[in-house]
């Protein structure tokens, strides 16, 4: 029993990066109608940038955590405003295409500046360690990475269902045209969105930072899982997005510990399943082509 | 309380690459118009392929051959079909290691390896493209490198039959006991060179087809093509296998030529590089493939002959620029600067 809380809360960890970054992924394809294929490459950007933050101006964990997505945010607002707008008004294949080579570069720059072998992170004092609860030993980072995780989801739904700007968001998600016409600028949020989705990607680098190997190839795989999540759970929808990206961590853990022959596969299975029965995804709409 | 997110592609026209732009829209192959030119081309497409040897290291003359057509069969779907596949990888690395299986473990001239290899690619294409037919688009894209990483992840599992992180080594080149072939790249080029031509000839054969006209209707409007009694997902998933089998060719030629085949072939990086070789050649031309092959194969090797070290960085620009400013690909753009300037002196007045 101890065992499969653990391998739980393992599993609610790795699912916590998922969910952040598909977020990411889902508002930005919501609102400009881009899969961000660099979405895996600015993960790994969050995660270096924290270790190199931390090594050359020892700026601590606990600010890396708001400073890094500020320059994710910056960075994504870069990428739509010099690169991504000039085909947003074409078939999302070009972007999606543009976003793979803008990928190629990020991640071969990082492999040039830092190499190939795993920078190092030091988990953060405090969250060493294990956790006794209910007389199960658990590790802390674990624990903090689940429920940060699941806090900043809360909150971006939060502002996506209580504020003025979290409407218009979703309004423009539902239908771009109809908002415009009711006087709506949605051009305007656009770009502010796009570096939001970046900086939940690059956000969950930085969490993933004392966790993983933090190397230039991380978010190569990252970014198929990720967009195995958003298969799952139905590309249009936010909630979606979090619920599988919770559901496909527990999934490779769980496979990790009882089949860990199959640990990855698992993931692909489950979306296979998913394509079978719901091709719209556990959370989405029917696509009407 | 869900939050319904409308699909861009449902604003943006049904998601086909070409159509969204007209001004993009991919000529119709032109069947009947026999022109002189086109067997001027064809020729020149011969010579070239049949002296690339004499000109360029016979090793890296053989990949740019696999390359382009591996390019091709990712354009039959993106060019002609209008859905890119983000996982050809899964059909070129399945089939290089079988070739290579098979040349190590039965001995058999290479062709027959290569065509065991081909049919594996062609059957594991089968469940991969009926469940991604199921979505259509950006998410076809999606789909399809998802599964493709799921073959990589079988093959690493697989350590026993695959070499794991080692890979295959020491894949024979057996071709009926003719030493000169199993032994200089030179000479093994003019073995195989036969087989890319003809998988590059069946490509053609499959766009000039009445099936290929199919494709190009689904291609520009899937929705008319279903009106008019097509069965739209039937016709995707047969071009999808042909596709993977002219894809799993293409990977045995490169691993036989290799003597050695890894988990880079399943890699999704090889499934990025081809579909950036065919954008770059410019898709829905059949030329351009082998364009794209040679000048990324070219490339390459003389980046890092040269010791550079940052090739992505140099082949991720090219494609960024490809895609911002030259959509029709290298090949696509020429072609349009020679339909212009014949245009502009048939009618002057113009």
Same mark, same amino acid.
């Given at each position: 029993m101890s065992a499969f809380v653990q391998y739980t809360v393992q599993g609610l960890a790795a699912g916590g990066f998922y969910a952040l970054a598909a977020l990411g992924l889902a508002v930005i394809f919501g609102v400009l109608g881009v899969v961000n294929f660099s979405h895996g490459a600015c993960y790994m950007l969050g995660a270096v940038a924290a270790a190199v933050l931390l090594d050359v101006l020892h700026v601590h964990f606990w600010v890396a955590l708001v400073v890094v997505p500020i320059l994710l945010f910056l960075v994504g607002v870069l990428m739509e405003r010099l690169l991504i707008r000039w085909l947003?008004?074409? !078939?999302?294949l070009y972007n999606f295409l543009l976003t793979f080579g803008l990928s190629l570069i990020l991640v071969d720059v990082v492999k040039r500046r830092y190499g190939v072998s795993g920078l190092p992170y030091e988990r953060p004092s405090g969250l060493q360690g294990q956790l006794q609860v209910g007389g199960i030993g658990l590790p802390t980072y674990s624990v903090f990475v689940c429920l940060l995780s699941l806090l900043v989801c809360g909150l971006v739904w939060l502002l996506l269902t209580r504020t003025r700007m979290g409407m218009i968001v979703r309004a423009s998600t539902e239908d771009a045209d109809r908002t415009r016409a009711l006087g709506i600028n949605v051009g305007r949020w656009v770009t502010p969105v796009f570096g939001f989705g970046i900086a939940l990607a690059g956000l969950a680098g930085v969490m993933a930072a004392p966790f993983r190997?933090?190397?230039? !190839?991380?978010g190569g795989n990252f970014v198929i899982i990720l967009f195995a999540v958003v298969v799952i759970g139905g590309l249009g929808s936010i909630l979606g997005a979090v619920v599988a990206g919770f559901l496909v961590g527990l999934v490779e853990a769980y496979g990790q510990a009882y089949a860990p022959t199959f640990a990855q596969v698992a993931i692909f299975v489950l979306m296979a399943g998913v394509v079978l029965f719901r091709p719209a995804g556990l959370f989405g709409r029917d696509e009407t082509a | 309380m869900t939050q319904h997110v409308k699909h861009s592609s449902s604003t943006l026209g049904t998601a086909e690459l070409v159509t969204a732009e007209p001004d993009v829209a991919v000529r119709l192959?032109? &069947?009947?118009?026999?022109?002189p030119a086109r067997w001027i081309m064809l020729a020149v497409g011969l010579v070239a392929a049949l002296a690339l040897p004499w000109f360029v290291y016979p090793p890296v003359a053989m990949d740019i051959a696999a390359w382009a057509l591996f390019a091709i069969s990712v354009d039959l779907l993106l060019g002609y079909t209008g859905v890119l596949s983000f996982g050809h990888a899964a059909f070129w690395g399945s089939s290089s290691y079988v070739t290579g299986l098979i040349a190590i473990h039965w001995g058999v001239p290479f062709p027959l390896a290569i065509l065991g290899g081909m049919l594996f690619a062609m059957v594991i294409a089968v469940p991969i493209g009926y469940l991604s037919v199921r979505r259509t688009g950006i998410y076809f894209a999606m789909v399809t490198l998802a599964f493709a990483q799921m073959v990589y992840f079988v093959a690493n599992q697989l350590s026993a039959l695959t070499g794991g992180e080692n890979g295959l080594q020491a894949i024979p080149k057996s071709f009926f006991g003719i030493e000169s072939v199993e032994t200089d790249p030179f000479f093994f080029y003019y073995a195989a060179i036969g087989l890319i031509l003809l998988g590059i000839w069946a490509a053609w054969r499959i766009i000039h087809s009445p099936f290929g006209r199919v494709l190009v209707a689904i291609r520009d409007n899937p929705a008319r093509a279903r009106a008019l009694g097509y069965n739209v997902d039937r016709y995707k998933i047969i071009v999808f296998v042909l596709s993977a089998g002219l894809a799993g060719l293409a990977g045995g030629v490169f691993a036989i030529s290799h003597g050695f085949t890894s988990l880079q072939e399943l890699d999704w990086t090889t499934s990025g590089k081809v579909v950036l070789i065919t954008v770059l050649g410019g898709i &829905?031309?059949?030329?351009g493939g082998p364009l794209g092959a040679a000048i990324v194969v070219t490339l390459e090797d003389r980046l890092t002959s040269s010791g550079f070290e940052g090739t992505d960085i140099i082949l991720g620009s090219v494609f960024v620029v490809i895609v911002l400013l030259f959509r029709h690909g290298i090949w696509g753009t020429l072609a349009d600067l020679v339909r212009r300037a014949v245009k502009a002196r048939q009618d002057p007045g113009d």
């Amino acid at each position: 029993m101890s065992a499969f809380v653990q391998y739980t809360v393992q599993g609610l960890a790795a699912g916590g990066f998922y969910a952040l970054a598909a977020l990411g992924l889902a508002v930005i394809f919501g609102v400009l109608g881009v899969v961000n294929f660099s979405h895996g490459a600015c993960y790994m950007l969050g995660a270096v940038a924290a270790a190199v933050l931390l090594d050359v101006l020892h700026v601590h964990f606990w600010v890396a955590l708001v400073v890094v997505p500020i320059l994710l945010f910056l960075v994504g607002v870069l990428m739509e405003r010099l690169l991504i707008r000039w085909l947003l008004r074409l !078939d999302p294949l070009y972007n999606f295409l543009l976003t793979f080579g803008l990928s190629l570069i990020l991640v071969d720059v990082v492999k040039r500046r830092y190499g190939v072998s795993g920078l190092p992170y030091e988990r953060p004092s405090g969250l060493q360690g294990q956790l006794q609860v209910g007389g199960i030993g658990l590790p802390t980072y674990s624990v903090f990475v689940c429920l940060l995780s699941l806090l900043v989801c809360g909150l971006v739904w939060l502002l996506l269902t209580r504020t003025r700007m979290g409407m218009i968001v979703r309004a423009s998600t539902e239908d771009a045209d109809r908002t415009r016409a009711l006087g709506i600028n949605v051009g305007r949020w656009v770009t502010p969105v796009f570096g939001f989705g970046i900086a939940l990607a690059g956000l969950a680098g930085v969490m993933a930072a004392p966790f993983r190997a933090i190397t230039a !190839d991380m978010g190569g795989n990252f970014v198929i899982i990720l967009f195995a999540v958003v298969v799952i759970g139905g590309l249009g929808s936010i909630l979606g997005a979090v619920v599988a990206g919770f559901l496909v961590g527990l999934v490779e853990a769980y496979g990790q510990a009882y089949a860990p022959t199959f640990a990855q596969v698992a993931i692909f299975v489950l979306m296979a399943g998913v394509v079978l029965f719901r091709p719209a995804g556990l959370f989405g709409r029917d696509e009407t082509a | 309380m869900t939050q319904h997110v409308k699909h861009s592609s449902s604003t943006l026209g049904t998601a086909e690459l070409v159509t969204a732009e007209p001004d993009v829209a991919v000529r119709l192959p032109a &069947g009947r118009r026999r022109s002189p030119a086109r067997w001027i081309m064809l020729a020149v497409g011969l010579v070239a392929a049949l002296a690339l040897p004499w000109f360029v290291y016979p090793p890296v003359a053989m990949d740019i051959a696999a390359w382009a057509l591996f390019a091709i069969s990712v354009d039959l779907l993106l060019g002609y079909t209008g859905v890119l596949s983000f996982g050809h990888a899964a059909f070129w690395g399945s089939s290089s290691y079988v070739t290579g299986l098979i040349a190590i473990h039965w001995g058999v001239p290479f062709p027959l390896a290569i065509l065991g290899g081909m049919l594996f690619a062609m059957v594991i294409a089968v469940p991969i493209g009926y469940l991604s037919v199921r979505r259509t688009g950006i998410y076809f894209a999606m789909v399809t490198l998802a599964f493709a990483q799921m073959v990589y992840f079988v093959a690493n599992q697989l350590s026993a039959l695959t070499g794991g992180e080692n890979g295959l080594q020491a894949i024979p080149k057996s071709f009926f006991g003719i030493e000169s072939v199993e032994t200089d790249p030179f000479f093994f080029y003019y073995a195989a060179i036969g087989l890319i031509l003809l998988g590059i000839w069946a490509a053609w054969r499959i766009i000039h087809s009445p099936f290929g006209r199919v494709l190009v209707a689904i291609r520009d409007n899937p929705a008319r093509a279903r009106a008019l009694g097509y069965n739209v997902d039937r016709y995707k998933i047969i071009v999808f296998v042909l596709s993977a089998g002219l894809a799993g060719l293409a990977g045995g030629v490169f691993a036989i030529s290799h003597g050695f085949t890894s988990l880079q072939e399943l890699d999704w990086t090889t499934s990025g590089k081809v579909v950036l070789i065919t954008v770059l050649g410019g898709i &829905g031309t059949l030329w351009g493939g082998p364009l794209g092959a040679a000048i990324v194969v070219t490339l390459e090797d003389r980046l890092t002959s040269s010791g550079f070290e940052g090739t992505d960085i140099i082949l991720g620009s090219v494609f960024v620029v490809i895609v911002l400013l030259f959509r029709h690909g290298i090949w696509g753009t020429l072609a349009d600067l020679v339909r212009r300037a014949v245009k502009a002196r048939q009618d002057p007045g113009d």
